[in-house]
């Protein structure tokens, strides 16, 4: 039910592979140096083989790592002019220096290398624990129903930016709220902050879904003017809200600009739950208002409800097609939520070419 999805797991494997390619080219090419040297004229030097394996070493081995190849190198190279050659004339000196020379020089190169690492890190870091804080990961069960959430970040290394989603159990039933935040940045973290925030209170405080929704339309219209309007505050957000009350097979959906959410049957049934009529993303209330209405469905045991992003509807192939969710899972059937958007996340991947141009925030809740 990780956030970010199989990223993470890729990163790591694809990390690791490359460390083995990394070592194997160092020893190659020292091993390619020596035979070079031996088989060659004395004319001829293996130094730009000797000279270029301490520099791949530098930015992947550890301080450790680099200095024992440079140490391996100018070995081999005394080694070579020993057993060999049996000379150390000026040529021979100097191939020695030079690749000496490059070795420290590796070692320096690590050096700083590591710090900028460190430093990506810390920022790293710093980045995981904002998103933990703002949009923290829900319990894998609420109010009886099975809950998996994802959120994969377009952009590599990423943790969070203008999509969110949250659940809550109140009196009133599990409420849920997806949504997509105009822009990116910063001004869109702020933006999900109030959004999140706005909806944790309402959905404890407020009778009706309906209600719900004027709270987060009103939090987002004082934010902006705070902020001197959506110049400076990222406030047009499209979302849906959900209710499913506690022991009642229904499901109450407001969608307000955003894609519509899928209701999979137990038996691989799929319905859309489209909205009834049209309606304005939050944020926007200035441009026209109307009443929220709720349109409500059966939500029978066995099926699971979907909420997603546009990142998951417009994901794009090579030619320029569109990722359709509901023609893709119409028929399938899942044995809980997680497995659900591990799929998901996996066709998109596959679909797009494994890079995607938006965040992607999913949200799939299973009535046991």
């Known amino acids: 039910m990780g956030q970010r999805g199989g990223h993470g797991r890729e990163a790591e494997q694809g990390l690791s592979r490359a460390r083995f390619f990394v070592r194997l080219v160092t020893v190659l090419l020292i091993v390619a140096g020596a035979v070079y040297d031996y088989v060659t004229p ?29 140490l391996a190198t ?3 190279v005394l080694g070579v002019h020993l057993r060999y050659t049996r000379s150390y004339d000026s040529d021979a ?21 590591r710090r900028g690492s460190e430093q990506l890190t810390s920022v790293r870091q710093i980045a995981e624990a904002a998103q933990r804080a703002v949009l923290p990961e829900p319990a894998e069960r609420i109010g009886g129903l099975e809950i998996a959430a994802r959120y994969e970040a377009a952009q590599e290394g990423a943790f969070i ?39 944790r209170e309402a959905a404890e405080q407020e009778a009706t879904l309906e209600a719900v929704a004027q709270r987060l339309e009103r939090a987002l219209a004082r934010e902006g003017l705070r902020r001197n309007g959506l110049d400076e505050f990222e406030g047009f957000t499209t979302a849906v809200l959900a209710e499913i009350p506690h022991g009642n097979g229904l499901v109450r959906v407001i969608n307000r600009g955003h894609p519509e959410p899928l209701l999979l049957g137990g038996d691989g049934a799929l319905k859309v739950l489209s909205a009834p009529e049209p309606a304005l993303p939050l944020g926007m209330g200035d441009l026209g208002t109307w009443p929220d209405r709720a349109s409500e469905t059966e939500f029978p045991s066995g099926a699971t409800l979907l909420l997603h992003t546009d990142g998951l509807s417009e994901a794009r192939d090579a030619q320029g097609t569109f990722y359709d969710p509901a023609a893709r899972l119409a028929g399938r059937m899942f044995s809980g939520p997680d497995p659900l958007l591990a799929a998901l996340t996996a066709e998109v991947r596959r679909h797009t070419g494994g890079g995607t141009t938006d965040d992607m925030a999913l949200l799939a809740v299973r009535r046991p």
């Open 93 to 113: 000196i100097t191939e020695l220096v030079t690749v000496a020379t490059v070795a420290v020089l590796a070692c320096v190169m690590n050096r700083v290398v």
């Open 74 to 76: 100018v070995a081999v």
């Open 161 to 199: 930016g203008g999509d969110l989603y949250a659940v809550q159990d109140t009196p009133h039933g599990v409420r849920l709220v997806v949504g997509d935040v105009r822009g990116k940045g910063m001004g869109a973290v702020a933006a999900v902050a109030v959004v999140i925030g706005a909806f």
């Open 42 to 70: 004395s004319t001829f030097t293996g130094v730009p083989l000797f000279t270029a394996a301490p520099l791949v070493a530098a930015p992947f081995f550890s301080p450790r790592g680099t200095l024992l190849t440079g």
